[in-house]
């Protein structure tokens, strides 16, 4: 196991190396100087430009500049925003709880909807259910979030009026985070009404962020669950007289998860691509929305670094998967 | 007496609930998160709407709604006759907030005035570098040409200031209604100083304005509450709230539920909607801004009025505005500056559309092919470069003219089209930092701005003279005069093709009194109300 798990982390050290090189090229390629970029209309006189170029660096030799980014990286130094002034990593740990609560609650919507309907897909394969629930599975995986979150806000915030429109929490509550999880914070601090209002401010961006990890867990439930029912055991369960609901919530199910556990823990690289835009449409104060936000202002180490720090994180949570995945199922180790 | 005082206190406890009863918070749907609470450090008008016009004042505004200056926290100034040396006059007792962080121990005075300033460009001073942020730029301050000409700021006393000038600048005074010349708080700077708390400056604002900073979440909400020692009065509001939204659909559905009670930039799709709601009113105003496409004027035939003249003629422009700007609509373009900005001369117009005289012109010219530039960035002023270049290609089709189209990427377009020998039909525009004409004037069409931003290499002595002249003339009268001769002369020589001046939005909920669309694309609410 301690072999296997070695194995993985050496892995992770090219893949690394690989994020911090795509990162710094990315925001290099970029079309455009990025000194004449932050500059706008007015333009910026000669001297003033060499100037800039110094403070920011930018006059060094790529290699020199991607060395000193590298080593900066490596002692945890994630660099100042160019705009806010503060420091990258701050930033980015005010933000981070507000993603991973969506994040969560996502993941919640998609699983307890997912798992049970790709098992009763399977059990009642080609049943009309199974049908409508394939294609409907087809839709939502190919559902475009930005026009999907809009629609939603329209009919059940605008129309109906059943769900505000966006933001984390009603505006008049006020109180200093713990957490940085509002749900929590709101429990912590005692406040019944605003841990209500949170939660009814999760409900759509939740729904619209975990839509397209619902498709796909309902699918691989689906088929994980019907290439257990073929089984040999299953069909011995069967024969030897147990319930249809001990034979597939017992026999199936447990062997069947194996494969759905590993693809929620792959679907978390989804979840934080899709934050980018349910963050933005929501105005969801995650790392999403602060991506967006400094792309558009042209701020530099921000992106950079922002795309490094997520990439850790996917990279982390794979990892972690890898391991579960082991404990799982320990042939896995062996290979 | 005791008697009294509990009775005092009762009276005291009665009017703190009423007061908290009917406290009347405002909900502002913003754009997007401010980069922080400094205004002498940040250039985007979302920075300046939560900080500069909510928490500061300045030594002279623009009045609600205009570009007009008026008194701020200087009740009057004296400029010498020779335009070199200004002296302002400071309000008597005028308080800084006091917040949690920070308690006031003296009113504002000449040293405040000083030290804004003076941390904007002096090196020596310990707030212009690394010691209070890192990569300080100053944008605004470099950007205004201010270290140009600011020879020196002098307090004479307390409440007198002096500021001496390098050579005669009439647009001065608006640069100092401007974000960037907020007064801060230097008792405030000196204690963060000492404490060694100095980049708290940028996150917790002290200023005069009418409102008073309360709290920030990061990308999320800003919270103020009314000045209640603002200078000019306690606001109406009690408390404004920035509920950051950055998305515009979500902006106008939030004011159409109620959650905010103002939000700008509605999408040009959602106007339809916004117009047939009864509890919100779109307001709509031209901005201070100007789309154009400037020709090299000294690249024949491009050098002959007559044919520059006969290519504006050649473009349909009505349908272009249409076409570009769909329901959001634009107001055509007459004169580089829009009607919002004093001295725009009302008897001047551009050429109308008339390609049957303009096929002839461009034949005898012997204009058969020209180069028409592209850029891919959307801009207030125009949303869509290509759109625009692919229908004025059709238009001089018609008259006989191949518009081959060049395309680069935004920064690239601007480096290469900035060029003096760039050819061709070059499309830009402007949106105006202080609402003076000489920002559109002499930043876009001076014979100096040439290789830096004025695209049509044009310059011409009769229009330079006037400029130059209205730039060192301190009275307005004067200078109206000036500016309007210059647009009869931009209107006959024709340097560029001039598009249209684009509208701006803002909703706002039925119950919302005293809100103004600002020509400046700045968003203030000091004198706006609410009813319940």
Not at chain 1, 278 to 306: C, H, L, N
Not at chain 2, 55 to 71: A, D
Not at chain 2, 242 to 264: N, S, Y
Not at chain 2, 464 to 484: C, F, G, N, P, V
Request: hydrophobic fraction near 45%; glycine fraction near 8%; include cysteine.
């Amino acid at each position: 196991m301690l072999r296997y798990l070695l194995n993985k982390i050496a892995l992770l050290i090219p893949t690394l190396v690989g994020i911090t090189i795509c990162a710094f090229a990315f925001v290099r390629l970029l079309p455009g100087d990025p000194i004449l970029a932050m500059a706008g209309e007015h333009g910026v006189a000669p001297a003033r430009y060499e100037e800039l170029k110094e403070q920011f660096g930018y006059n060094l030799p790529i290699w020199e500049q991607y060395a000193r980014y590298v080593g900066e990286v490596a002692t945890g130094d994630f660099g100042v925003s160019i705009s806010s002034k503060r420091p990258v990593l701050e930033e980015f740990k005010t933000l981070f709880p507000a993603t991973l609560e969506l994040s969560f609650f996502a993941m919640i919507f998609a699983m307890v909807l997912g798992i049970p309907a790709g098992i009763f897909a399977a059990v009642k394969r080609g049943s009309w259910f199974d049908q409508s629930l394939m294609g409907t599975a087809l839709v939502g995986y190919s559902m475009p979030i930005f026009w999907w979150g809009l629609l939603l806000i329209i009919f059940f915030s605008g129309y109906l009026g059943w769900t505000p429109v966006s933001g984390r929490i009603g505006l008049q509550f006020f109180f200093k985070p713990i957490t940085g999880f509002m749900t929590i914070d709101s429990l912590l601090h005692g406040k019944w009404d605003a841990f209500r209002s949170a939660l009814s401010h999760l409900v759509l961006p939740a729904i619209v962020l975990g839509t397209i990890p619902l498709a796909v867990i309902a699918r691989q439930t689906r088929s994980a669950m019907l290439e257990v029912l073929g089984e040999d055991y299953v069909r011995t369960a069967r024969a030897k007289g147990l319930s249809a609901a001990r034979v597939i919530g017992v026999h199936a199910l447990r062997n069947a998860l194996i494969p759905v556990v590993t693809t929620i823990g792959l679907q978390v690289g989804t979840l934080l691509a899709g934050a980018i835009l349910t963050e933005t449409i929501f105005a969801w104060p995650g790392i999403g929305k602060w991506m967006v936000d400094s792309i558009f202002k042209r701020d530099y180490v921000v992106v950079q670094s922002g795309l490094l720090l997520i990439a850790l994180i996917v990279m982390a949570v794979n990892l972690i998967v890898d391991v579960l995945y082991a404990v799982i199922n320990p042939r896995i180790r062996a290979a | 007496m005791k008697k009294t005082m509990t009775f005092a206190a009762a009276l005291l406890a009665a009017s703190v609930l009423s007061g908290m009863a009917s406290a009347k918070t405002l909900v502002y749907c913003s754009e997007a998160s401010p980069a922080n609470f400094d205004p002498g450090t940040t250039t985007g008008g979302n920075d300046f709407d939560a900080s500069s016009r909510t928490v500061y004042s300045r030594l002279v505004e623009f009045k609600h709604g205009g570009t007009e200056i008026e008194p701020g926290l200087a009740d009057k100034w004296e400029i010498s006759d020779d335009g070199l040396v200004y002296t302002f006059h400071l309000h008597p007792g005028v308080k800084f907030q006091t917040t949690d962080y920070f308690k006031p121990t003296r009113d504002l005075n000449a040293d405040d005035v000083v030290f804004s300033f003076d941390r904007q460009f002096n090196k020596q001073n310990p707030w212009n570098g690394d010691k209070y942020l890192p990569n300080l730029t100053w944008d605004y301050y470099t950007g205004m040409d201010m270290p140009k000409y600011v020879a020196k700021w002098e307090k004479v006393d307390d409440l007198t200031v002096k500021l001496t000038l390098t050579e005669p600048n009439a647009p001065m005074l608006a640069n100092l209604g401007m974000d960037f010349a907020s007064i801060v708080s230097k008792e405030y700077a000196d204690q963060l100083q000492k404490d060694g708390k100095m980049a708290d400056f940028s996150t917790k604002p002290v200023g005069t304005g009418p409102f008073q900073f309360v709290d920030y979440q990061l990308d999320s909400v800003i919270r103020y509450a009314a000045n209640p020692d603002y200078f000019k009065g306690k606001e109406k509001i009690d408390d404004l709230v920035f509920a950051i939204t950055p998305d515009a659909t979500a902006r106008i559905q939030k004011v159409l539920a109620g959650e905010c009670d103002v939000a700008p930039y509605p999408n040009p799709a959602d106007i339809a909607t916004i117009k047939a709601n009864k509890d919100v009113t779109l307001l709509d105003q031209a901005g201070l801004n100007i789309g154009y496409m400037s020709y090299n004027t000294t690249i024949p035939p491009l050098d002959k009025p007559e044919v520059r003249h006969a290519l504006n003629q050649a473009i349909d422009r009505e349908a272009l505005i249409k076409s570009l700007f769909q329901d959001a609509g634009a107001t055509p373009a007459e004169n580089l500056i829009p009607p919002t900005m004093w001295s725009w001369n009302k008897d001047v117009k551009t050429d109308t559309y008339n390609p049957e005289a303009a096929k002839k012109v461009l034949a005898d010219a012997g204009l058969k092919e020209i180069q028409l530039w592209a850029s891919d960035r959307v801009r207030p002023y125009n949303p869509n470069f290509q759109r625009a270049a692919e229908l004025i290609q059709a238009d001089w089709a018609k008259v006989g003219v191949k518009a081959n189209i060049v395309n680069y990427e935004w920064t690239k377009y601007r480096e290469e089209g900035k060029k003096k020998d760039r050819p061709g039909a070059f499309q830009i525009g402007w949106t105006g930092d202080n609402g003076d004409p000489d920002n559109f004037f002499a930043t876009l069409f001076a014979c100096s701005a040439i290789g830096v931003s004025n695209y049509s290499s044009w310059c011409d002595k009769d229009f330079e003279d006037l400029i130059q002249k209205a730039k060192k003339t301190s009275d307005q009268a004067e200078r109206t005069k000036l500016y309007e001769q210059a647009q009869v002369i931009f209107a006959k020589q024709a340097p560029a093709f001039l598009l249209a001046h684009s509208q701006v939005y803002a909703v706002v909920r039925n119950n919302v009194t005293g809100f103004k669309m600002d020509p400046l694309g700045i968003h203030r609410f000091d004198g706006v109300d609410k009813s319940e």
